[in-house]
């Protein structure tokens, strides 16, 4: 045993080594620029809208597809003009309806699921038979049921919203941690309040993503819906303003419109769902 | 008071000492395809200002029992009473301290961690509740650090906080479930340390739950010793915080249970 390892002297360092230099240095300009999501996004636009500008250029035929410039300014003029703000309004306002209604429900749903054991069952049953619904299958019945109104829209966006939140956040409660369950109880919570300071919190993470999914549908949903059976009401959403557009033949405004689609897309996710998520999330250290 | 002054039977005056009474308690838990007895007829009795260990190897049903002490399991057979009353439901009269780093709600802070504790469980109003979070923040040598968040505290801080969070809520009877084993062999060292420091200060009452003989021996001044699949007592010992040779046998404490706990596994196994 002893002979299979040499036996050698100890070592002591008396004076620890200095000469190392700096231990740390900013980071240059350019590497900072880098660094920022923002800018490395914003080069990749500048991209896409330049091969964009090149090839409609090329194409020469603004009915298929016209040129950046030209869709820009059709953006700007219908800016101007108070339309498309007023359309996009008007979606946002229905889609604000549906979305709050779909929360509520899945709120009372995933309650019921954390709670009891038929809740559960419940949910996961509803959730796995109708979450691969699409909503605008629902609109033509829902039309039948409550008009050729907001009512109607109401119906597809509770349908789009409820089943995307429901089953994260039911599967956010399920992953909480049984440490934080116990401590919870522990401290006497029951009911409702167990829900609302353990559950809820510990389960943000997936809340969160069921949230921004559930915007994710319902807006492509009332977009596609006002699309197809925007013509309810007289002033019509953003979907209508396409379809109006189209018909007039006016193509850069046609993909003004969708740049509309896009930009509220992005204002919500980056403004709305990233605000929430810096100061939640990645404060607690759930994400980073 | 005048009227507890006057005549009490023998038994009366030894009583109120006893904070937790258990008594031939059967544990089961059900999996998805059996009944496991984790404790068959266990019983014991923990006495004001003791430091109870729960001993045993993996299997032996200690974190089991921790957790019906908890609240959290109902015994199928025997009986669970703290200060004389049945234990139901958990609650703030026992309080836990897991192993797992988790156990402190990541979206408050270690001040805001004790204070809803403090809150929650009805002890004190939010106001006391800040003053009193501080004092035990403090005490486990966590000042300075009351606004961070716990993901970025380390393991051992980590403990503390569930630890001063314990404490503050001022429990009958503290239930610790193997809280330092995930922490690293100094660290762990030092929270133990540290514990019996702070016992030293208030004598709290504290149920420790553990599989190092090490461990149980340094921590407790008595220690359960139970036997695995299911967890029966093997042998419930004193102990005075050394282990030194003892001089009738000549063997250490620590060497007593190893042989205790192995010797029949041994024989087994031989």
Redesign the interface.
Known sequence: MHSAVRRRPDIFVERLETSFGVVERPLSPWQRVANSGTFRKGAILVIIAAVWQLYATRLGNPFVLPTFTATFDAFVASLLSGELLARTMYSIEVLLMGYAAGLVLASVLTALAATTRVGRDLLELLSAMLSPMPAIALLPLAMIWFGLGIGSFVFVLIHSVLWAVALNTNSGFRSV?S??R??G?????RGLPYIA??LV??A?PSILTGLRIGWAFAWRTLIASELVFGVSSQAGGLGWFIFEKKNMLDIPTVFAGLFMVIAVGLVIEYLVFGLIERA?IR????QH | MLADATPTAPEAAAAPSVVLDVAGVTLQYRTTDKIVTATYRVSFSVETADRFVLLGPSGCGKSTLLKAVGGYIEPVEGAINLRGKPIRHPGPDRVMVFQEFDQLLPWKTVRQNVEFALVRSGKCTRTEASDRAMHYIVKVGLAGFEHAYPHTLSGGMKQRVALARGLAVEPDILLMDEPFAALDALTRRKMQEELLQLWDDRHFTVLFVTHSIPEAVLVGNRILLLSPHPGRVRAELDCDGGDDPQPETGKRLSERIHDMLFSTEEARHA
Do not use: D, E, R
Not at chain 1, 283 to 286: A, I, L, S
């Open positions: 941690p440490a934080l116990m401590v109880m522990n401290y006497g919570l300071l353990i919190p510990a943000f939640t404060k607690w250290g759930m």
